[in-house]
């Protein structure tokens, strides 16, 4: 397969050409636009293409093809030339075909390539064949900002029409460069961001979205570190460490402070006890996540790299998911050592962003993709293979910490997105690229550390030539990853051919069987990207527990656009789903909601609206669901609650405000979940044993669910409303 030693034209159509030095680089240019450098540059690609056409298919490779190679090498000498050739074959990028710019600034391209698919032609009466063509895909990259280069080039790849000042008539697809309300004057078509995937993926929300999940299902959900809310767990997590500490005075554990809404490492630092926290020390008490700090990450070359990887999620309902086989890896530029009091604010030791350790004298600008500062993932992951590791596992344990982070973050993603196109009115569609963080522990656990709304899609990267001057200059790397997965986004979401998921059996942990771009003809190089969810529904769909919770919290809400559910629809919905009793007055019910609506409008503080959220429905339905079923596994609890609700309002024909409840995906969760059980002891972070010292992994300090009372303003209240506990492992009412 690999023809790399035999077929030099192959290896060029997608190996990038040595430095460049004076035309490599670019100076900045104001709003990201495309300099001369980079259209001679895409003018020589164009030439390189064309001139390699008949070498296609050999850059057709995605990354299965190298691993495969790659273990097929395990242990056989290698050439290091054919290994960096076989390394550049992983994804093609395609023919480039160049654009004509109207004096609009939009750009035509000419000789669209009539496309034979179904509906787009027929015969004529003399036998020939007419073809129609199929009008290019529109696409209004007014907004995209700093991803406008990378798409520039996707769009001409694909053949399709770019609109970069926006167009009067609607257009196919809507690139946004930060958030969905770049424009808010969509109504038709498809965006580039969800409503409200900003918000849940700062900091503090994720982590609440996944500790939420680590409640249900403590297990599946231990690649996320333990974490803490600042300031509000500060006495929490204060008390848990002095206790774990006193029972292990050896212990020397160090935790990981992030600012809620910063990226790019800003004022991140590390400390070793709570009472070294900055932000309750300082006058100001700034938002943060504080976390158990990785201090054992696998290391290449000494020094500790992340992984970031792209994934696509196409829609919500139902929920597609798509994961780049080719991502990249950020290296740090100090060797790694343990954190000690001494390397604490080592930077470029710790913290792998780019944008910190580019500032780094020892950072290795490399035209290869598998040296320097930046490499392809697949080429970390071949010099795993050559060293005996089983990277396929590595594969699919990223797989399904992909799967499960957006199970987690779905539910309130359903709330935002129902708030912003409410059913029934006109709207787009929306789909969106998110970053993953990923860290691989010494034991090749991958740790989830964040997820990124609006990964960068630049394919440059900044340089200062000299002091105080500074040049774009072309990032191979970047480009290699990026523009594949702009592209095949845009194929996969070309509105010609959207056709249902088809849901597969087995989880295969075949990572790169070369999957056809839909309806390309062969033409593009194979997608990049691996479809995810549904195919491996099965494995996951019992983790969407708290989607059927939403699916109530929604129904009851109402269509009105508000995110939060008034003290009559909580009512409503504990009156219909006949939840109220003897043991359950309605007067307690009015009591429990505005304890925990109280609560949580203490706990976000920014919120406009008033009334109760998903977050705070959800705790109310842990609640009522340990308080009606005993000696249970809070997971068994919950479901069995579930199951009460859906059948009460199945029973009732249009029953309370809002759609229907039962999903196709929530229906198949039902299924798989309700005969399951889960150990009631909750033994947090089997991973992490190996690294952190037991004393703080002792169950009753880890569980999120005693973090969550023990942090509660009224958990005297909670505990008036709690009924007598009783041992009968039974239905109480
Ligand atoms: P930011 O959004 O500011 O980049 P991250 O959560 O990605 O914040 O953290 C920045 C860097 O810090 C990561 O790239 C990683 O190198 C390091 N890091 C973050 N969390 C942990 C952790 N729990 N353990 C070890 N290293 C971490």
Redesign the pocket.
Known sequence: MLSAGSNTGAVHSTARSPPTKPQGRHLRQPGGGTSAARQSRLRSKLGKDERNSSYKQESEYALHETLVAANANVGKPHNRIDNERQMLQIQGTGKILQGKTETNGNTVIPNQRPKETKGFSHNKEDGNKVVKRRKPVTVDTSKAKTSMEALKLSIRQLKWKEFPVGRRSACDIYWHGVSFHDNDNIVSGQVNKFPGMIEMLR?INLSRAVRTMQELFPEEYNFY?RSWILPEEYQLFSTQIRLAKDSDASLKPTF?V?PDG???????YLIRDPSDLRVIAGSQTKQSVV?????K?LLIDKL?F?IRLYVLVKSLEPLEIYIAKEGLS?F?TEPYQEPSQKNLSHVFM????YSLNIQSGNFVHSNSLSSGSKRTFSSVLYRLASKGVDIKKVWSDIISLVIKTVIALVPELKVYYQADIPPGKPGPSCFQILGF?I?LMKNLKP?L??V?ANPSMRIEHEQEVSPGVFEYVPSPVDEEVKVGVIRDTLRLMDPAQRKPPQQQEEMSVEVGSPEQGPGEGGVLPSLCLKQVFPKYTKQFSYLRTVERITALFLRFLGVKGNMRLGPTGFRTFIRNCKLSNSNLSMASVDILYIDITRRWSGMLPESRESGMGLQAFVEAFFYLAQRRFKSLSLREQVVSLLEVCEAQLENQVGGGPGGPLAEDSTSSARRSVSCSRTQPGRTPHPHYASTTSQALLAPQLYSPAVQRRASSQDYRLHQRLRPPQTHKASVDN
């Open positions: 900091k570190p990981i992030k910063g990226s790019q490492g800003d004022g991140i976390q158990e700090y990785i201090h990450p500790k992340d950020r740090c710790h913290l792998t962003n963080d860290l740790v550390l964040e990124n």
